[in-house]
């Protein structure tokens, strides 16, 4: 097995970018700020100096518009990589993505392919209040012909962009702006890249499933933790791809648990949740031994303070509240 | 001033060619008309009667390196972009032998052999599409000019906006077309614009814009020819509006009551096929044995086109979910 | 009770309209088309003849600026209708209806509601291919601080518009386009507003429950016709309101069927059907005798053929067979 | 040419205004960086230091009736408006003293008593909003100005010119102001706009444009005196281009890397109140002493605007869910 290394989830995704533009030259990094703010986040600080501004490409503010011209330069032998600068203002961009991006191939019979990466920060926890701290990923998730992945660890924002740049079709990549700063592991050589169909089991365990993606894996490992403490073993799972969803990795969880709870920091109404909740459903309802359960952010705009905002959003103790619920402990 | 390039070559053979080509889409439009009558074609068919010249008189200026995009009024566009005129029609009947597979049907018109980037629905969503494409070709060090055709109800969108500035900032190849036939559905340019004069907004973004007589293809191939050439020697993007009219409804739907029958007419009597027709004609360059012969080649042509579609195939249910991804058209 | 009288749906919009304008000075209809065009459905025809181009205000091309002219007009003291053309469309406004009217009352504390009214046609059915047959009413419904409708029958078109009128907060019509010229009954005399808080049974029975909306309703009542046939006696619920949706109409139905089948023209993954699904087997989940199932659009952008566009979108026959399947038939 | 409402009065009172609501919001952000790094303000805090000349020149030409939006960089328009200084600080705090409650924090403060509806985060966005603000006092038959604030960012987005649009094609009472201080977080003018003339872009539209100094508290004040006039006359939308500069980061999160130090120095030089203090103490229309009590009339509202703040109580988490629809602000 190959060593690791630690690293931030900035760093990953920088390095991840730094690695596609050394070894592809089709690919470009587009976006508001990525150039010399070095982005929103700072994913790019240093690229523009060693790419240059034709790669690391400063947009005017103008969603609409550089989705739309990414999308076309994708159709047209290039690989660009657009940052939207966080979630929040992908609205403006919503019909790029929908009716060119994931639709074109389509319609023109299979004539166009659009290999475009799109990355954007999403998420709540930091204060940012009501139009700064949207999950919209249940509506990108909810779109045939593109492809969502969310990473949580830094080895998958270090891995998925390579694989999402391989992908000949548009991929989503969300981002959680709350994860930036945190440490992990990344392998130390080799090949980094990620198979994105896949699921992955953060933790093993016996006693009830805990489905979730990007930053609500940490907490969900958190609430496991916490109920190890009264003898409740939960497997947690990182969905890490939204659209396509890994189904074969829950029902064999839940099949084996029995019990479910699915965590998403979107609105809990026609979200991720009631996806996977409806899967599980489906196709494992005989094997369940209890409702599956959501925990999701409660259907209010995110609050500026706090206290409200954590109360908004799911939390260890919320999860492990809900986990108990299908124990009926 | 004006180069080899620039300059209109009007012989026989071109006049030839022009009417041709303005004929070709006539025709056939007609034609579907009728189809559409017949139940053959369904949905949304706009059609561009009376527009002819714009298509035919800017296509003369691309080469085949160059990318075309346009919208759901686009049958005239692909025509003159040189798509097989079966593979059209068979595209508005729905049919496996369409153009995108009958996938898209008359607004979704696509052709990776003709760089031609669709059949755009949404009205404005192809401006940032041929900027991205201008910006691929740039970056790949190609010589290609991108033409962005659009009507100028386009104009009040954001989007139109985004996309003049990014081509113009990043002097990218495109030469934009705006079809200014005066209506968006049934609203008129004064309810729409403030500014009537939408080669203005062009010019603010410093993209320099050239108004031109839409019903005469001389002048919108000389305007074209102009631009094309400008865009080609990297001088950035350029803007075309051609003064233009639909002599029929906005779609099938459209029971048109909107407009002037007075106003129709007047633009009718300078539709752009009569008039070049007529020009052509007195000034000696075609000959009128030479449009009859023209007729029977085009109503031939539109014939074969009609029993190519006719004898397509539909897309076998099973396969319905084809083409979603790269990959899947092996499926099946 | 009164007499009834029929009328299409499109007259029913109308009236509903024109009553509306003549009650209420404040109320005024803005949108592409409203005007000398009558509307791309005809909705409006002839109203301005009668009302004058200041409240039928035809507007450019600019779904982003209308729709936030509405929220500003709406928040001063105006009651407009919007009308965006199709819903294919409002994805050029998202960003103003999820950041401006839907949030401005929780961002400002209170100060400020939104009395907008939102209109749209939605869906598919009438060969417009993939940029023209979108159903994004579960986007819609994913957000606090907006209600959503969608009348099905011609008495909740004519009913619905003074009902979202007299809210004080934005409410979304979705009315399907493909229903404009059916006929229906609504009362003769007396107050039409209905009441958006509430599902309807549209048929009563007792072997399972159909849960939908919108078009679907109709083609659900098809299918319970033909499952008559075969002794199969289902209950149809139309959901009437997507946001909030109406727990209890549903679950007191499942809890005396103990099956259920959601049936919804948005695509499967993550849309309303999911969402009503979780919901039933949260709360009735002892009382579920099957899993539910959801008969959805297949996931790829809407085919031109008619044969794949009717293939793509639910169908009484597909309707009938998931009944069948939660009573293993 | 100019009528009595038109002229600036700079009367020793006057004078004195202008430079305390100034002061003030120096002062107060001076205080907030300081609480931001405290801990006590969080999320983003976008300083408005250097720009004061615009909103106070702005606002001496509104009345009560007239109504303001403006941005994320808002606490110098709400504090220049009249809302009250310890209601703004709250809102910082997240309060339930605060302006909106604590709800909104430092990007969303709205007052409904003062007209001033937000407090928008999302560049371009409140354009639209004071397009149908103007529309429904147009057509309610009031005579207020909307006046609205934003970027020269927002210049690129679509919504600004789709707003741009229809104020224009509706002759709506709004008064735009672009608040241009050269940089859109780290992009500069220039790399985002093909034309460096953002009051161009009001003039195609057909809306007088007027570019005034935007460090020049008494320039602005008659630049928008004369715009506002004509705006209320109903002549229909005026638009200002306020050549201007923040002193500060963009935000707190931001490092500052990408603008030339010597720059900022240059334009802090020409500091908005640094320069009117100077030119009123020169020409006698104050004196250092008035200042001087100024500044300790200023401070003390800044530590009761702290204090209030401090003293503010937190909304009940029970309560969460409140004020999302109208009439649930009973509950609880
Ligand atoms: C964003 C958007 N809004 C509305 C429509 C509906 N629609 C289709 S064509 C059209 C009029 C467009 O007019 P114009 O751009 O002048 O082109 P023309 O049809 O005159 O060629 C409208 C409103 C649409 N397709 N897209
Ligand atoms: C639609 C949108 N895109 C991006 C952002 C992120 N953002 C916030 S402020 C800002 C810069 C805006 O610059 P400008 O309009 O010039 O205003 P300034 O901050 O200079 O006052 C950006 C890019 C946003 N808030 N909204
Ligand atoms: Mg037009
Ligand atoms: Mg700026």
């Known amino acids: 097995m190959s060593e690791m290394r630690r690293i931030t989830y900035r760093e990953a995704v920088r390095e991840a970018l730094r690695e596609a533009l050394s070894r592809d030259e089709r690919v470009f990094l587009m976006g508001e700020d990525v150039g010399a703010y070095g982005g929103a986040y700072a994913c790019s600080l240093g690229l523009l100096e060693e790419f240059g501004p034709e790669r690391i490409r400063n947009t005017p503010l103008a969603e609409s518009g550089f989705v739309g011209a990414g999308i076309g330069a994708a159709m047209n032998g290039m690989r660009p990589i657009v940052e939207i600068m966080t979630i929040n203002f992908s609205l403006l961009a919503l019909d790029q993505i929908v009716n060119n991006a994931a639709t074109i191939r389509h319609m023109s019979g299979g004539q166009f392919s659009v290999p475009l990466v799109i990355r954007m920060a999403t998420g709540a926890g930091r204060q940012l209040a009501a139009q700064h701290s949207h999950s919209f990923e249940c509506w990108f998730a909810h779109i045939p012909g593109i492809r969502v992945v969310a990473p949580a660890l830094v080895a998958d924002a270090r891995g998925m962009l390579p694989a999402a740049l391989a992908d000949p079709d548009p991929v989503v990549i969300m981002e959680h702006a709350t994860l930036y700063n945190v440490e992990g592991e990344v392998p130390a050589d080799g090949e980094l890249a990620v198979d994105l169909d896949r699921a992955a089991i953060r933790r093993e365990g016996t006693d009830a499933t805990i489905v979730t993606y990007s930053a609500n894996v940490m907490k969900a490992l958190a609430a496991a933790e916490a109920l190890a403490g009264e003898a409740i073993d939960c497997e947690v799972i990182d969905l890490r791809s939204l659209r396509p969803i890994d189904d074969a990795t829950i029902l064999a969880s839940v099949r084996k648990t029995h019990r479910a709870v699915v965590v998403d920091e979107g609105w809990r109404s026609v979200g991720i949740a009631a996806e996977i909740s409806a899967r599980i459903q489906e196709q494992a309802f005989f094997d369940l031994d209890a409702p599956v359960e959501r925990v999701c952010s409660v259907e209010v705009p995110i609050p500026y303070p706090s206290h409200l905002e954590q109360a908004a959003i799911p939390q260890p103790e919320t999860i492990a509240a809900a986990v108990r619920r299908t124990l009926r402990r | ?332």
């Open chain 2, 1 to 332: 001033m004006s180069t080899a390039q620039e300059r209109v070559h009007l012989s026989h053979e071109h006049a030839l060619r022009l009417l041709r080509e303005m004929l070709r889409i006539r025709r056939f439009e007609e034609k579907a008309a009728e189809l559409y009558s017949a139940g053959k074609i369904r949905g949304f068919l706009h059609l561009y009667i009376g527009e002819e010249a714009n298509a035919v008189g800017v296509m003369q200026a691309l080469t085949e390196e160059d990318a075309v995009v346009a919208t759901y009024r686009e049958h005239g566009h692909a025509l003159a972009r040189g798509l097989p005129m079966g593979e059209v029609m068979a595209e508005m009947f729905g049919k496996v032998n369409g153009s995108s597979r009958g996938r898209g049907g008359s607004m979704h018109i696509f052709s990776a052999p003709r760089r031609f980037y669709g059949g755009n629905a949404i009205v404005g969503g192809g401006l940032p599409l041929a900027v991205g494409l201008a910006l691929a070709d740039r970056m790949l060090g190609r010589s290609c000019v991108t033409a962005c055709f659009f009507g100028e109800g386009a104009a009040a969108e954001g989007e139109f906006h985004e996309a003049m500035n990014l081509a113009a900032l990043w002097r990218l190849p495109v030469l934009f077309v705006c079809e200014n036939n005066f209506y968006a559905m049934g609203t008129a340019l004064a309810e729409s614009e403030s500014n009537l004069d939408i080669a203005a907004h062009a010019g603010v973004y410093g993209v320099p814009a050239e108004v031109v007589d839409g019903m005469d293809v001389v002048a919108v191939e000389a305007a074209a020819r102009r631009a094309a050439h400008a865009v080609r020697q990297g001088e950035g993007p350029r803007f075309l509006e051609a003064r233009t009219y639909r002599f029929r409804a906005h779609s099938m739907f459209d029971p048109d009551l909107y407009r002037d029958k007075a106003e129709v007419e007047a633009w009718k009597e300078r539709g752009p096929i009569l008039k070049f027709h007529d020009w052509a004609l007195g000034s000696g360059l075609i000959h009128e044995s030479g449009v009859e012969a023209l007729e029977k080649e085009i109503a031939r042509e539109v014939e074969a086109a009609v029993a190519f579609a006719e004898g397509g195939a539909w897309e076998p249910v099973e396969d319905l979910t084809r083409y979603v991804s790269t990959g899947d058209e092996a499926a099946a």
